[in-house]
């Protein structure tokens, strides 16, 4: 039960007595030596959280759930929408196929600090690698299992596993992709080698051999079981890679303590979760949210957690739901769109269970949140993430018993404790700019950056003075403390000294009944220095079709001629990056 009745409640708690706040939120989790202070100054000037405390994540996010008479309940529900494959693994089974991988990874001579890659699609084998690392204190690195050779082959010498697992194929749609014959052309290509391969065999998919010594994982699960490690708050679980959308992919590195506190607390006041609910994230485990919401937090707080392999169609999403009783479903704009376009001349669902939906991960416009509210008839809510910060920045906190303005509800919420945004006017007077956090940030966000085989202070992020740190996204403040976005910093145009962010022109083409997705784009102009591209891609689905005169007319009318957009250029669809997101940048060499 949180204490707090509002937000200003909570916030001033948070705020003006933080290390009375983290340690009280700390209580979640259970310590083999519980921590005395919260935060603590690094000697490279970033922050350790829970110093002193010791605890095993993998323990708190299966073992403890066993001993506390959840054995019996699911832990982890998979469907494979390429497959069509369903498991049901409940919290004892867990604990034995973990306990057992992790024995066979010990046998491998896996120890504490070393790293281990896994390149799998959602699979309840990734599930069991990630936490077979954690219960040894190994550093999990899991890729997105699409990638080609040299992607592969460049985490590989960035980390430089002691082993690597992989499944014997993926799959891109229906169609199988042998995993083989990538990872042999990584390892090629590597300067780095493994000691060792795992692969995880597939129906009807047999893996050829690898050029490295290679351990069959089912196999390996029937190893001598081990039991977790005890590790200190600030050792390192995982290192994910950012997708590289900005520069070149970092090596995010997470710690143990901090990240169970936080995950723990956010399933409570931010989705207002509890042991035995069911949460559903519909993200490859690959990304951000596939860890934190996939894995880490329903698993800690004793939910049942639902995840999927492969893109589900909206009625996969709502089949799932209604089957398994989802309480929360965590999706993205992108995904929440192909379900407008699957569902637009249905009538809405019904779905007793599900009590609200989350977006993260990129912008949606009211327009589409609106439509899913009056589709599933329950609260949809957007909240603002980073791979960085491994849970959300902003949200809106449906623990807390105060209802949220509904004003609130269509921005990325407010700021979640411990995250204090301030604006830097991109010119001056301006009330928009950068969203930079000070320091320290809370826990959850990243322990430091992997370099040099490493792990570093994050100095690329902060500010000149040091006590900031970059979001890179663009946005403004409220009175009410709510939190406007606006993009990436490199998304806002300039027209003619005045700068619109392309987020607040593609809300207004949103508007447009027939409009399926949009992004717009700067390119130069002669005159005013950048004039603004809209890229459109039509719905199909609806009689009417988009001109480009037509909205051109309607973004006069609603933010002005001086916009100056002229050109609409309609295609089939949007490029994105392999997590789903718009790439806008490539929209403008193509
Ligand atoms: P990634 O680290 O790949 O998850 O990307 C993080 C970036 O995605 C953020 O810095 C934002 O630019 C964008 N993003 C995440 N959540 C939202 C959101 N709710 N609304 C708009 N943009 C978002």
Not at 10 to 31: G, H, K, V
Not at 425 to 443: A, D
Request: proline fraction near 6%.
């Amino acid at each position: 039960m949180l204490p707090w009745r509002t937000y200003e409640a909570m916030q001033d708690a948070a705020r003006n007595q933080p290390e009375q706040f983290w340690l009280s939120a700390a209580q979640r989790i259970t310590w083999k030596q519980a921590p005395k202070s919260a935060c603590q100054t690094r000697a490279d000037g970033w922050h350790d959280w829970f110093p002193g405390g010791t605890l095993n994540t993998c323990h708190n996010a299966v073992d403890r759930h066993v001993e506390g008479g959840r054995g019996e309940q699911a832990a982890l529900i998979w469907h494979s929408c390429a497959t069509m494959e369903r498991q049901i693994v409940s919290y004892r089974e867990l604990r034995g196929r973990v306990a057992g991988f992790a024995g066979g990874l010990r046998s491998l001579g896996v120890g504490k600090g070393d790293r281990v890659l896994v390149a799998m699609p959602s699979m309840v084998e990734t599930v069991i690698a990630m936490l077979a690392c954690a219960r040894i204190g190994a550093v999990h690195v899991v890729v997105f299992a699409g990638y080609a050779g040299p992607e592969l082959a460049r985490r590989i010498d960035d980390v430089a596993p002691k082993v690597v697992i992989i499944a014997s194929c993926s799959f891109q749609g229906q169609m199988p992709i042998p995993s083989a014959p990538i990872l042999n052309d990584a390892l090629a290509r590597a300067t780095h080698t493994p000691q060792a391969c795992i692969i995880a065999q597939r129906a009807g998919c047999k893996a050829s051999p690898l050029s490295v010594r290679d351990h069959d994982f089912h196999t390996l699960e029937h190893s001598t079981p081990v039991k977790p490690v005890p590790l200190r708050s600030e050792d390192p679980l995982y290192i994910l890679h950012t997708s590289g959308t900005t520069g070149n992919a970092k090596g995010i590195v997470r710690d143990n303590g901090g990240h169970a506190v936080a995950l723990a607390l956010s399933m409570e006041l931010i989705y207002g979760c509890k042991p035995g609910d069911t949460f559903f994230t519909t993200s490859d485990l690959g990304w951000v949210v596939g860890h934190s919401y996939g894995v880490y937090a329903p698993l800690i707080s004793g939910c049942t957690s639902v995840i999927v392999e492969g893109g589900a169609s909206a009625s996969a999403i709502r089949a799932l739901c209604h089957e398994h009783k989802v309480k929360c479903l965590f999706t993205t704009p992108t995904q929440m769109r192909l379900m407008r376009r699957e569902s637009r001349h249905l009538s809405g669902v019904i779905l007793p269970a599900l009590a609200r939906i989350f977006v993260a991960g990129e912008y949606a416009d009211p327009t589409l949140l609106a439509w899913a509210r009056s589709y599933f008839s329950k609260p949809v809510v957007n909240h603002w993430w980073q791979t960085e910060t491994g849970w959300s920045i902003t949200a809106h906190f449906f623990g807390l018993p105060e209802r949220e303005p509904v004003a609130c509800m269509n921005d990325i919420g407010r700021p979640a404790p411990g995250f204090c945004p301030q604006i830097v006017p991109s010119m001056p007077g301006e009330q928009c700019g950068e969203i930079v956090l000070s320091l320290p940030l809370p826990p959850g966000c990243l322990a430091g950056v992997w370099q040099g085989r490493e792990i570093c202070a994050p100095t690329a992020y902060l500010d000149k003075t040091g006590r900031y740190y970059r979001t890179f996204d663009e946005g403004m403040i409220e009175a009410n403390r709510a939190v406007s976005m606006l993009g990436r910093s490199d998304d806002v145009i300039k027209v003619a000294g005045r700068r619109i962010s392309g987020v607040q022109i593609e809300k207004v083409i949103a508007t447009h009944a027939a409009v399926h997705a949009c992004a717009v784009v700067a390119i130069p102009d002669a005159l005013r220095g950048q004039r603004p591209v809209a890229y459109v891609v039509a719905d199909p689905a609806v009689a009417s079709t988009p001109t480009s005169e037509g909205i051109v007319a309607r973004v006069n009318e609603v933010l002005g001629r001086w916009i100056g957009l002229k050109e609409v250029r309609f295609v089939k669809q949007l490029p994105t990056t392999v997590s789903g997101k718009i790439t806008r940048k490539r929209l403008l060499v193509s």
